[in-house]
């Protein structure tokens, strides 16, 4: 009964079930139907079958294509393969847009939860979310996330990705008839999500647990925070404070130390806090940690860095444009506030005359002149739009005879050079971005532990799944096998729960 509450008329004036056969729901005998009924659709309403237009249906679609935000509604209403998915991203499925959170485009990030600043989610009733349009009268309803497809005998609507459940334990509702709505991964692709049937008053008794009287049970902390997401362990610390009256970070900072204490406070904060702190710490101090700050602004959404500078300057009572001036300086400077401002164009629609015109700029910036042009680098890296980026990188190689990473090592060099290629290896791919980061941080004497921590933490509800697959790909051996050969105890346990398995 559920979908059929959508179709007006349903169920017929009579009651239920129909009093005399022949006026049941599909026009024919009455309840239950007949084994193969003809469809509700447009065709069955009297006088409409000749005045059917097929170019009607391809209008109604490209109006669609704006209320479901840009997906990729096939130009006929009806796919052409069974199921209908949106094509494949370039790179393939599961990896969020190289250089970025995903953004979520209304459904939740990973681990189920509006992404900040955005309006929780409509409850699963029987209608459309609000915002999206009711189907007129006599058309077969759209499938809305979540529900099932249409009637039997009728072909199916493109499916449009579902967001992940909001109540994990309720089941969701799969329909018998059409195909199951399958979720496209659209960077849900951490090692950490949220954990099912959380408990934080009892999570946070198990750490008081852990840390009371003598000694500490290192243990027990790691199987507890590893397995929860941060918003939980946003919970946790409430609870704690609401239980005890103690505050849970400094009870963690008293009784833990060492790079395992780092990687434990690092889980505890939000992720724009925590990188707002590894800023400012790459900043502070004799010299500073161009690798952090390159790593940080090349690699995070708009929507990320916007709220980057939010809790920057209330943090820490000065913006995060004037902490890197005072710190940096020339074109890498400029680089670095120019991704300071999170204003990166995100449509994913590209113009190939303005791609050309791109690649030339860029030819007659760098190779095709004595000295470098590097603002003009700056502006195109720095402004376009990923997929805009991707096609100037790829017609570049084709006119060029010569990638533009070995354009930018020719003509520039220091922090700048290193700066403009992790913009385009983010653009490219961000999970070979980072792979390439931790193998680094790891090889050859001494680990750099704080690049290790940092992206251990900041991708394992992100990406971190396809770093491993990018690491494994790229060094021929797993990410699992490198952290363990060169990190110990606790420590290694909290890195390798993070890791979340051996490839």
């Known amino acids: ?40 659709g447009l065709e069955n309403v009297a006088g409409y079958a000749n005045q059917f237009n097929p170019s009607h249906m391809a209008g109604m679609a490209s109006n669609l294509a704006g209320t479901f935000g840009g997906a990729n509604v096939p130009q006929s209403m009806y796919p052409s393969t069974p199921g209908g998915y949106p094509p494949v991203p370039p790179g393939g499925f599961g990896q969020p847009p190289p250089g970025q959170q995903p953004s979520y485009g209304g459904y939740a990030p990973p681990g189920g939860n509006p992404a900040s600043g955005m309006p929780p989610y409509p409850g699963y009733g029987g209608g459309p979310a609000p915002g999206q349009p009711t189907p007129p009268p006599g058309q077969p309803p759209m499938n809305y996330p979540g529900f099932p497809a249409t009637h039997p005998g009728q072909q199916p609507m493109p499916n449009y990705p579902t967001g992940p459940a909001v109540n994990p334990s309720v089941p969701s509702y799969s329909g018998s008839t059409g195909p199951a709505v399958t979720p496209v991964t659209h960077g849900n692709r951490g090692t950490i999500i949220d954990a099912p049937g959380f408990d934080p008053l009892k999570d946070a008794e198990v750490l008081r647990k852990a840390m009371k009287g003598f000694g500490t049970d290192e243990q027990a902390i790691i199987d507890c925070l590893g397995s929860r997401s941060n918003k939980q362990r946003q919970q946790i610390i409430l609870s704690f404070k609401t239980a005890y009256g103690k505050d849970l970070i400094k009870d963690l900072k008293s009784e833990l130390s060492g790079n395992f204490e780092r990687t434990i406070l690092a889980m505890m904060k939000t992720p724009v806090m925590f990188d707002a702190y590894e800023i400012k710490e790459a900043i502070k101090g004799v010299g500073t940690d161009e690798n952090c700050l390159i790593e940080i602004l090349a690699s995070r959404s708009n929507e990320h860095i916007q709220e980057l500078n939010r809790v920057y300057k209330a943090e820490y009572k000065k913006t995060l444009e004037e902490a890197i001036k005072s710190d940096t300086s020339g074109h890498f400077q400029r680089l670095l506030i120019s991704l300071a401002q999170g204003n990166r164009d995100e449509s994913t629609n590209v113009d190939m005359s303005v ?49 533009i990473e070995s354009s930018i090592c020719r003509e520039m060099s220091g922090d700048l050079e290193k700066g403009m290629l ?39 509800e992100v990406d971190l799944l396809d770093i491993r697959a990018e690491y494994k790909r790229m060094y021929g051996k797993s990410l699992y096998t490198d952290i363990t050969g060169d990190t110990s105890g606790d420590y290694r346990k909290i890195l390798l729960k993070l890791c979340g398995g051996n490839d």
């Open 1 to 40: 009964q559920i979908f059929a509450m959508s179709y007006p008329g349903y169920p017929p004036a009579g009651g239920y079930p129909p009093a005399a056969p022949g006026n049941g729901p599909w026009g024919g005998a009455a309840y239950p139907p007949p084994s193969n009924p003809p469809p509700i």
């Open 355 to 403: 791609v050309q015109r791109d690649v030339q700029e860029l030819y007659a910036a760098g190779e095709n002149r004595l000295g470098t042009d590097e603002s003009k680098f700056n502006a195109i890296l720095c402004a376009r739009s990923r997929a805009h980026l991707r096609a100037v990188f790829s017609e570049y190689q084709r006119m060029c005879n010569r990638d």
């Open 422 to 460: 992790a913009v385009v290896k983010c653009l490219k791919n961000t999970p070979a971005f980072f792979a390439e980061r931790l193998h680094k941080a790891m090889k050859g004497a001494g680990t750099k532990d704080r690049t290790l921590i940092r992206i251990m933490v900041s991708r394992s």
